[in-house]
């Protein structure tokens, strides 16, 4: 490779390269040491991080987060595959990019103004228990606002269509001859679709179902809005330590150990996803 062709590679990926330093490493690299300075002792230490693991209080806002995120993937999962493959397969080619654009509706709503819109659905004399006291499925409004169901139903309204998204991607990508190679073998619909359709829609899930992991369980408003502040998550545990107790170094300390929760994850599918590939 001759000497220009490396200082033209350099020049492309310096901005990039520049941007995710300053903007991502340094303000990490800060906060990790921030985090090994306790607020009530002077030098080093990982004593907010013994902290953590030593109070349950901090453990369960953890596995809230992880429950809640990971029942809001499932949810997702399950509703959107089957709207990406009416989008794909069964809306005609002219309408399918209209339909697209009405699907991707909920991203041009300000995430607090969503959040509170299904405060208002869900409230006891929200359109919901409204409806289920009319049909007669309800004797008396039902407690739904401010719970975690409500959380999971304002979080599974914005990533089903972010899931609906990838996978409708991978499913344009699929050629129909797998399925009918498929039928010629003498598979029917179902055993098509579950050897060969899913395993080929894999990634596309998986890259729906990490982003919905990554965006779900660092969320603050949402949880905090429908929520009701009933049950403490993460983010708010964070946010508690900022705002009420000014103790930066422990809200640093939950924030880096978040970030390993999803590190975590993005190893536990990038190794799924090549498994699958190979």
Known sequence: MSLSAVRAGWASITPAL???LLFFVAPFLVMAVISLHPQ???????????????????????????EVTLLVTAVSIVLAYPFAW?????VPERWQRLALM???????????VRSYSW??????????????IRLGLLAEPAQIANTRLATIIGFSHFFVMLLTLTIYANLK?????????????????????LHVVLPLTLPGIMVGAFLTFVLAIGDYITPQILGGNNELLMP?????????????????????????VVSIAYVAC?????????
């Open 18 to 20: 520049a941007w995710t």
């Open 40 to 66: 009530e002792a002077g030098g080093f230490s990982a004593a907010n991080y013994t902290q953590f693991f030593a109070n349950p209080s901090y453990w369960r806002a953890l596995t809230n987060s992880l």
């Open 86 to 90: 009416i989008l794909a397969t069964l």
């Open 102 to 112: 009405l699907a991707v509706l909920p991203f041009w709503t300000s995430y607090v």
């Open 119 to 132: 405060l208002l659905v869900l409230a006891e004399k929200g359109i919901v228990n409204d409806t289920l």
């Open 173 to 193: 990508q699929l050629s129909p001859n797998y399925r009918k190679a498929a039928a010629d073998l003498g598979a029917g619909p179902v055993r098509a679709f």
């Open 236 to 260: 708010q545990l964070i946010m508690m330590q900022i705002g009420r107790r000014g103790d930066f170094p422990l809200a640093s300390a939950l924030s880096i150990i978040l970030m390993v």
């Open 270 to 278: 990038a190794r799924w996803l090549k498994i699958e590939r190979a």
